[in-house]
């Protein structure tokens, strides 16, 4: 007879277990330090409010490199602290939006993702471990500070030790005391969607002789995910789709759907002159909308599926409550809002800040620049059900004689203006460094006249007038919780601005992101290159803050967008 007696482990506390804003991420040889990763999980137990015992826990990932041999210590760690069942993915090949979709239709107590979302993959790359809510969304920061302090604290873990549960098996057994339930993944979330969206006038739309698509999984979870809606579902054949098969290192890829780490969606979409294209990042929570010389940044994405809510069938009938975006995203969405009467908000960067808003009947469309986008439908950011949403859009554009991707750009900018707007991403820098930017930042809005001055550009003339300076601080409408030190920004007089912050998705050192904005009227500059625009503003902005003398960097990791001349 087995035995599956509980068993106590001791261990040693690590001091660096403190989450970002999704979630621990670390290298994987870190991840593999004696008792690390089994720490973290315990961690995640101790602190679900209200206790692990008779939980339901959802848990999947985007099977990157160690996810099965960490879902295995899930399981123990599982039994061992009284959880009644696990909801796991075949093979663990579960999107984050369909997570955040299955903890909400099942009631369970929460989830564990295994994913670091848009950073690679592999050996000596990277992975992450993340805990949702029963709301389906990330677990706020009252739960990531728990974990965070226990995990500071921690001596022992408890476990059952078990064999091998076989994850690629449909079916409910039991390990132990612990009831697993393995399930597919895919089929519950598409149905959903079929729920949300018009399939019938986007299926129409797709077989029109001048429309053409191709969607890029970029090796990550969405694959399956993919050939479920464009092949069963709107009945397009194979080339519809292209690297659909998720794998552990992303194909040796970076999984992040810009137009950087995606050429390999430009390069087609270009040569075959697709109307269009369409990628989404590793674990599926992230997109890209790219058609043949169209481009549509996540700023002006979010603010168009705002503006043409009213087609897509879930808003048209349950309306729309609120539109959001995180503070450094353009203010595109703003203008939508006022135009249409709708209250709108500005949060921190962090998908966490839209759940309250949703769960307080506030919000129905939220954005953040960095290619996420999504509603009320779950409480994650749904990069599938935004490319859904843009097919439902371009749909109903057609029956407008309004054609394709720069045809809905053109008409959006002609009934509100264009944002131009643009992100500097310094992957990867010494923090000592990044922490040197932030300082000479705020050491210019502290000097005495600053707001007033003016900022020149150092290839042109062009100067731009200080209005005002900020750290940016967040009071939750909802609970009230205050967020601060949320990004430095700096706005000028005639509404242009930029905004300076530390990324926390990167697993070793520190990701400086620089954003800038501008807006215009003029219709004769709704057609210019962005990059050309803004120069003169990201001039000001890398003179200020002497980045390039502080990191050493002269040139980003990843510029979005970049000039479409020069992907092609």
């Not at 920061?141 to 302090?149: G, K, L, P, Q, R």
Request: charged share 25%.
């Amino acid at each position: 007879m087995s035995d599956y007696s509980v068993k106590t482990v001791p261990t040693k506390a690590y001091q660096d277990q403190r989450p970002g804003t999704s979630g621990l991420r670390k290298r994987v040889p870190v991840f593999k330090q004696e008792h690390y990763t089994e720490n973290f999980v315990q961690s995640i137990l101790s602190s679900i409010p209200g206790g692990p015992e008779g939980t339901t826990l959802v848990v999947g990932g985007d099977g990157r490199y160690y996810s099965e041999e960490v879902t295995q210590k899930i399981i123990q760690l599982a039994a061992g602290n009284g959880v009644k069942k696990l909801v796991i993915a075949r093979d663990i090949i579960f999107s984050t939006p369909a997570i955040s979709h299955e903890i909400r239709a099942r009631k369970a107590t929460g989830g564990i993702l295994l994913t670091a979302s848009h950073n690679p993959g592999g050996p000596n790359a990277d992975f992450g471990i993340k805990y949702n809510m029963d709301n389906g969304g990330p677990a706020p920061e009252s739960v990531t500070d728990a974990i965070y302090e226990s995990s500071k604290t921690i001596t022992e873990y408890k476990l059952v030790e078990l064999p091998q549960v076989d994850l690629s098996k449909l079916g409910e057994t039991k390990a132990g005391p612990l009831a697993v339930e393995v399930i597919d993944a895919v089929t519950p979330y598409v149905a959903f969607l079929k729920t949300i969206f018009d399939f019938d006038a986007i299926k129409a739309y797709v077989h029109s002789s001048d429309v053409s698509v191709l969607f890029d999984g970029l090796s990550g979870v969405t694959g399956p995910y993919a050939r479920a809606i464009f092949i069963d579902e709107l009945g397009l054949d194979q080339s519809a789709v292209q690297n659909c098969d998720p794998s552990p290192d992303f194909n040796g890829g970076h999984p992040d759907p810009n137009l950087t780490y995606a050429h390999s969606l430009v390069e087609v979409v270009e040569k075959n002159k697709i109307t269009f294209g369409a990628a989404s990042d590793g674990d599926g929570d992230r997109n890209m909308i790219y058609g043949a010389g169209a481009f549509v940044t996540p700023s002006d994405s979010v603010a168009i599926i705002a503006d043409w809510a009213e087609c897509i069938p879930y808003f048209k009938e349950g309306g729309v409550k609120g539109l959001a975006r995180s503070m450094p995203t353009s203010t595109a969405l703003d203008r939508v809002a006022k135009a249409k009467g709708i209250e709108h908000f500005e949060v921190p960067t962090g998908w966490k800040f839209f759940g309250n808003l949703m769960d307080a009947g506030r919000l129905s469309i939220c954005g953040e620049e960095s290619f996420g986008t999504g509603s009320d439908h779950i409480r994650e950011k749904d990069g599938l059900w935004a490319v859904v949403a843009w097919l439902n859009i371009l749909a109903a554009a057609q029956k407008k004689d309004i054609k394709g991707i720069k045809g809905v750009l053109h008409d959006h900018y002609s009934k509100y203006g264009r944002t131009f707007f643009s992100r500097y991403d310094y992957e990867e820098v010494e923090s000592d460094a990044a922490n040197k930017v932030i300082q000479e930042l705020e050491s210019a809005f502290k000097a005495d006249g600053f707001v007033g001055s003016s900022l020149s550009a150092t290839s042109s003339s062009t100067s731009f007038e200080v209005a005002e300076t900020g750290n940016f601080t967040y009071t939750d409408p909802i609970d009230h919780s205050v967020s601060k030190n949320q990004g430095l920004y700096v706005t000028f007089v005639d509404g242009s601005r930029f905004v300076v912050r530390l990324s926390g998705t990167g697993s070793q050192g520190a990701t400086i992101r620089l954003y800038v904005e501008k807006y215009s009227s003029d219709s004769g500059e709704y057609d210019a290159d962005t990059q050309e625009g803004l120069k003169p503003l990201i001039e000001v902005a890398l003179k200020l803050s002497k980045l390039v003398e502080h990191t050493g960097r002269k040139e980003p990791t990843v510029i979005t967008p970049l000039a479409l001349s020069s992907l092609v």
